[in-house]
């Protein structure tokens, strides 16, 4: 369901998965909706924004301010290997997927991503 996740992917197992709040001396705080920190450095921790909105794409405006509170993520809590997504139920302008190719960010608008496994 996601889509540009780079080719060696594979989920591992996660020490934490939370939502990340930081505040930062002499820079604005930051939040990310998903920091899943991976528990063996060769796996992938994931940095991710949900966005449930039924209306409004995702904007390449958006984009750019995700993958700077995500880069701040990742040297405030010094990640090796890092797999950043955003899920937006109404999609995503054409110019925000370009951003995503070109800056390795993957993405979804499958509503079936937010659905919780019954099992």
């Not at 369901?1 to 930081?22: C, H, I, Q």
């Not at 939040?31 to 060769?42: F, G, N, S, T």
């Not at 405006?61 to 809590?77: G, N, T």
């Amino acid at each position: 369901m996601l889509k540009n996740l780079p080719t060696d992917f594979r989920f591992g197992e996660y020490k934490t998965v939370w939502s990340y709040s930081a505040a930062l001396p002499h820079r604005r705080d930051i939040q990310v909706d998903i920091l899943a920190q991976a528990k063996r450095a060769e796996d992938y921790s994931l940095i991710g924004e949900v966005k449930n909105r039924e209306q409004t794409r995702f904007t390449v405006v958006e984009a750019r301010q995700f993958l700077e509170k995500a880069q701040a993520v990742i040297e405030l809590e010094h990640l090796a290997r890092v797999a950043l997504f955003v899920f937006c139920r109404a999609g995503f302008e054409a110019e925000t997927l370009a951003f995503f190719e070109e800056h390795a960010i993957a993405w979804s608008e499958d509503s079936r991503w937010l659905e919780k496994d019954s099992n």
